[in-house]
């Protein structure tokens, strides 16, 4: 094993004929475990850590699926992604999957272990974007967010009221604990923060759930972070859905950048799949351009809620049916 080398798996999705798993193999990543501290210099040094890396670019990268094995090679950036059909039917929940990193002549530099989750076919599976949907990050003012992700750590990082009540109502409505619906958790935010990210969502016990990021950078372009990428955003929505093209999906985003646009674009092109959108009401002023792409995903038969609240968001829940036994 190379000391340095490491390989980044992050948590993978989809059913018997489609499974797919992300991650990162790095040469060198700074150690960057969190301290939870008040401290501002502290949660400087931490997040500037985790920007301190150098991606694996082009190298072999092998995974173990019970019996399967299937072979990958990273992008430039250290970035891969598996995708391959199962050899047996997979049962519905979590499963266990291996990636190591391979030298040319096979000698295994690093290897981890990663989780798939595979959701029953009747479940409801739920999209949501996380800054200023889930937990309050001014991304819409740079310099706002920049204090938010500096100053704070991820337990001081603030969630919206009720956003976790909503969402495990969501998580165990017309299921159980063993089988909770999927979450996917979209946002414009590099991998780098995926480990910050985490540990935001379940010291604010949300549903655990995969996370689809942002290409990675490096620590010159840490002030730039989350300021590109909605793009990408959609093409990350998008390849969800046509990984579960019998799911019914919903939408939660809010109206301070281009979420209402991106949701209400899908909604027409997969009319059938989306069965609600929510759209926290961020900025007041848009409120009117939000109605109006929300009234479009109306007329195709879709659900839609534009709150304030995650109490609000609950009600409306409930009376479509969305929360219950």
């Known amino acids: 094993m190379n000391n340095s080398v490491s390989v980044k798996i992050y948590h993978g999705y989809g059913h018997t004929h489609n499974l797919v798993v992300y991650g990162h193999a790095f040469k060198f990543r700074a150690k960057a475990g969190q301290k939870y501290s008040n401290n501002l210099f502290v949660n400087i040094v931490h997040l500037f850590k985790l920007f301190v ?20 090679t990273t992008e430039y950036d250290g970035f891969f992604k598996f995708e391959w059909e199962a050899a047996e039917n997979v049962e519905a929940g979590w499963h266990p999957v291996k990636v190591e990193v391979l030298a040319e002549d096979g000698e295994v530099l690093a290897v981890n272990t990663g989780s798939v989750y595979v959701p029953h076919i009747t479940q409801y599976a739920f999209i949501s974007d996380i800054d200023d949907t889930v937990m309050v990050s001014h991304s819409a003012t740079v310099g706002r967010r920049m204090r938010e992700l500096f100053i704070k750590n991820p337990r001081t990082r603030k969630t919206f009221p009720y956003a976790a009540a909503h969402y495990n109502l969501l998580a165990l409505s017309h299921t159980d604990a063993d089988h909770p619906n999927p979450f996917f958790y979209v946002s414009s935010s590099e991998w ?9 969502f379940r010291f604010n016990k949300l549903p655990e759930g995969a996370f689809l990021l942002n290409q990675i950078k490096r620590w010159k372009n840490l002030i730039k972070t989350g300021k590109t990428g909605h793009e990408g955003k959609l093409i990350r929505v998008m390849r969800i859905l046509d990984a579960f093209p019998n799911q019914k999906f919903v939408f939660f985003g809010d109206n301070s ?54 109490q609000e968001a609950i009600t409306h829940s409930e009376s479509i049916g969305l929360i219950g036994d």
């Open 53 to 72: 890396l150098k991606p694996y670019a082009f190298v072999g990268v092998r995974l173990t699926f019970y019996k399967q094995i299937v072979y990958q």
């Open 257 to 310: 950048q281009q979420d209402p646009e991106i949701y209400s674009a899908i909604a027409i092109k997969y009319p059938k799949n989306i069965e609600a959108i929510y759209i926290r009401n961020i900025r007041p002023e848009r409120e009117g351009a939000t109605r109006e792409l929300l009234v479009k995903a109306e007329a195709l038969q879709i659900h839609t809620c534009l709150f304030s609240t995650s």
């Open 192 to 200: 780098n923060l995926y480990d910050y990210l985490v540990e935001i």
